[in-house]
């Protein structure tokens, strides 16, 4: 007695993306990786979240949306960020992000 419940998924908010789309989503960003266009980012050498510029080999591509929350590998969802911001970011979404910097911002005296 196996209940099918292949439909009913609608209206549901997308919770944490399948081991299978995230694995394709990692392999669209190798892809855009290898774009022009990415070339064309890192080539500005901008980071997206301090502003700074940095050598092509310190920047590396973040997702706005992480793959783990389910974010896609499209242009409007990476960005160039440099390493200490990519890691400083972990799991933190860029809105959440800029929130909290702009607090830290408030909160110094
Ligand atoms: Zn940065």
Redesign the pocket.
């Known amino acids: 007695m196996v209940a099918k419940r292949q439909r009913g998924k609608k209206g549901r908010e997308p919770a944490a993306p399948s081991p299978e789309s995230v694995k394709k989503e990692k392999e669209k960003a190798k892809a855009l990786k290898a774009s022009v266009w990415w070339q064309n980012q890192l080539e500005k050498g901008e980071?997206y979240?301090?502003g700074?510029n940095f050598a092509k080999k310190d920047l590396t591509m973040d997702h706005i949306v992480p793959v783990s929350r389910g974010g896609k590998s499209t242009r409007g969802n990476v960005v160039v960020?440099?390493k200490?911001?990519n890691s400083d970011k972990k799991y933190y979404t860029a809105a959440e992000l800029i929130l909290k910097n702009q607090m830290n911002s408030k909160i110094n005296f």
């Open positions: 980071c979240y301090c700074q960020a440099c200490p911001c």
